[in-house]
């Protein structure tokens, strides 16, 4: 069965402060890892998409890197607008997607 | 303006009243997708469809229907609703089914009483 699971629940930064998400996870067959970000009351808007070990992707203040067993968001001097939950899924080999529960991540001035 | 759609925005029903959430896209996609997100538990996936009149069922499918007549829309039946039902739902689609640039729907707040 796939499993992801994501670290910290929770974490509050300091504006500028750099920090890592990660999630870890198994699955059988990896097709993708997606990262997303959710804001209060609205849908999970995507990020990124890795597909194999060692890829990297960045995006503003954001970078995603994969490894066989898990993905790190590395997120560079934050602002308080990067305040969100951010969310970790995988798609297995038969198309189907699983989320972790995500990090809610609180960004301070 | 590229966007999923999903109505009702909000909706209070009874136990045993059957509904149906509709949601639309407008961009084409492949890939459609539903979800349900509670407290604690994160965002599961209840069912998705590959393709017109191709749909599986993802990890939490009881209880719920769903159909893929039209490319652009992907209905979730709930025959007989039930309280355990109560949730968020988020309706997703993606151009193909790997790309997996999903774009989501704003969310319909489900109660059943």
């Known amino acids: 069965e796939d499993q992801v ?39 999970p808007e995507f990020l990124f998409t890795l597909y ?21 968001l590395h997120i ?20 189907a997607l699983n989320f972790g529960k995500g990090t809610s991540l609180l960004v301070t001035p | 303006e590229a966007q999923v759609t999903q109505n009702p925005r909000y909706l209070i029903t009874v136990t045993g009243k059957k509904l149906t959430v509709t949601c639309s896209q407008n961009m084409n996609h492949e890939y459609m997708s539903w979800y349900r997100q509670d407290p604690g538990l994160g965002l599961r996936q209840i069912y998705y469809s590959m393709n017109v009149e191709v749909t599986d069922k993802g990890d939490v499918p009881e209880g719920y229907k769903v159909s893929r007549k039209e490319k652009r829309n992907f209905p979730l039946i709930l025959e007989s609703p039930s309280p355990n039902q109560t949730s968020l739902y988020f309706c997703a689609s993606s151009l193909g089914t790997t790309d997996n640039e999903q774009f989501f729907g704003p969310g319909t707040r489900l109660t059943v009483l």
Do not use: H, I
């Not at chain 1, 699971?5 to 750099?18: C, K, N, V, Y």
């Not at chain 1, 990297?56 to 790190?72: N, P, V």
């Open chain 1, 52 to 72: 194999s070990a060692g890829e990297e992707k960045e995006k503003e203040r954001l970078k995603a890197t994969l490894t066989k067993k898990e993905s790190f």
């Open chain 1, 5 to 43: 699971t994501q670290s910290p629940e929770a974490l509050r930064l300091q504006e500028g402060e750099s920090s890592s998400l990660n999630c870890s996870y198994t699955v059988s067959g990896l097709r993708g890892l997606f990262w997303y970000r959710q804001d209060p009351g609205k849908g």
């Open chain 1, 76 to 95: 560079t001097a934050p602002k308080p607008e990067d305040s969100a939950t951010y969310l970790c899924a995988v798609q297995n080999s038969g198309y």
